[in-house]
């Protein structure tokens, strides 16, 4: 695969990272082993390693997006319109102002389709800003191949940056606040595309909560019920697993006094209200880092924010998030771009 780019300054990967006491694991694998498994170009798969994404995994998820358009057969209405030595350039164009997130992941796609090599023109990188009618990679392989992978590449690329852009306004909303409060997603994720899509809660300037139930606790409210008590909860899985780290959510006042005093150092205020929250926050005074959930909105992120919570935890993010309108405009080979 020949790879060009109009910005080799670009930065390859974009900024961001799990908060303090995460404890995701979305860099714990072995790198060198990944590239040498994985059938990507081994450019594109450094690419991908560099940006904290699992190249092998982006593969296999690639494979599984195509053989599910394909099911079991060919693009049929490419094959019999298209003659099959027939090339082209095809622009991912986006169509509305947003941030970029899945640029490499929508190029692998298109790889694992791509039976001849094909030449990638980067314009802009992941957890860039864009606008209306700007190219964002283009493409220019055999016609077939870049039809037949067009709408996985697209579902992927939209899908992902949906999520960053929605962060970024969030991320927007809560820059400047006395506490530096960000913004972080949690385990409300697409099945199978939970790291893709935590990844571009980072594009979009958010960071991410834990990846997995294994990495580190989240004691909740039916915890504390099967445990008798908030307390109980905590000190029942530092007993178990001493090196994990661990949050509790807590409801009230009351159980926040008692999780400080047991020595949680990671708390969830769960529906306070930002009163509540700013009552939280003197009642800790820096003793444990404190994360806001529920009722909030863009509207009322700043008031939260204020209080001097550090992080403001948004499962819409991830699930409730609409998609950034990308497209596809097709042109000959080696023919410029008509200006959207």
Avoid at 76 to 81: E, G, K, P, Y
Wanted: charged share 25%; with cysteine.
């Amino acid at each position: 695969m020949t790879e060009v780019t109009d910005h080799p300054e670009l930065p390859l990967a974009a900024t961001g990272g799990c908060g303090d006491a995460c404890g995701c694991g979305s860099a714990q694998y072995d790198e060198e082993a990944a590239l040498m498994e994985c059938g990507l170009d081994p450019a594109l798969a450094g690419l991908l390693a560099e940006a904290g994404l699992d190249p092998v995994l982006v593969e296999d998820i690639a494979h599984m997006a195509i053989a599910e358009d394909l099911d079991g057969g060919v693009d049929v209405t490419s094959v019999a319109t298209i003659p099959e030595e027939a090339v082209a350039t095809g622009d991912f164009t986006a169509r509305e102002a947003g941030v970029v997130a899945g640029l490499r992941v929508a190029e692998a796609v298109l790889s694992v389709v791509c039976e001849d090599e094909f030449e990638v023109e980067r314009h802009v990188e992941d957890g860039d800003l864009v606008a209306p009618g700007q190219k964002l990679i283009s493409v220019t392989t055999r016609t077939r191949d870049l039809l037949t992978g067009e709408r996985s590449a697209l579902n992927l690329l939209c899908r992902l940056s949906g999520i960053a852009t929605a962060t970024r306004a969030w991320a927007d909303a809560l820059d400047g606040t006395k506490a530096g409060t960000r913004v972080r997603d949690t385990r409300k994720t697409t099945p199978g595309l939970r790291a893709l899509e935590k990844y571009a809660v980072r594009c979009g300037g958010g960071v991410n909560h834990r990846m997995s139930l294994s990495d580190a606790a989240l004691v909740k409210d039916n915890h504390v019920v099967a445990a008798g008590g908030v307390a109980q909860a905590f000190e029942a899985v530092r007993e178990r697993f001493p090196d994990v780290p661990i949050e509790v959510e807590v409801d009230t006042l009351h159980q926040l006094r008692e999780v400080v005093d047991a020595g949680a150092d990671l708390i969830l205020l769960d529906n306070f209200t930002p009163g509540e929250t700013e009552e939280a926050v003197a009642l800790v005074n820096g003793r444990a880092i404190l994360e806001s959930s529920g009722r909030l909105t863009l509207e009322n992120a700043r008031a939260y924010a204020e209080t001097g919570v550090d992080f403001l935890a948004v499962g819409a993010l991830t699930h409730s998030s609409r998609i950034l309108d990308i497209g596809l405009d097709l042109r000959a080979a080696g023919s410029e771009a008509v200006d959207a």
